[in-house]
């Protein structure tokens, strides 16, 4: 089964996954989610659900945070 590094550990997905089907599947429970996929910076504007993962891909998730 292949593998993506997120968040620094390794992680299976189903062959053929998309990178939107992924993270819905492991619920971020954080807004305004900012995931960093293989150092391309994507936020939920982007469609998620056109990126095929791959064997291997580094998934980061962020979420910002506004304060003063």
Do not use: Q
Request: glycine content about 12%; aromatic content about 8%; hydrophobic content about 35%.
């Amino acid at each position: 089964m292949p593998k993506v590094i997120l968040n620094g550990e390794e992680t299976k997905f189903a062959e053929g996954e998309t990178l939107g089907a992924f993270l819905r599947s492991r619920k971020p429970r954080e807004k305004n989610l900012i995931v960093d996929w293989n150092g391309r910076i994507l936020t939920e504007h982007d469609p998620l659900d056109e990126f095929t993962l791959s064997d291997g891909d580094r998934i980061d998730l962020f979420s910002m945070v506004g304060g003063g």
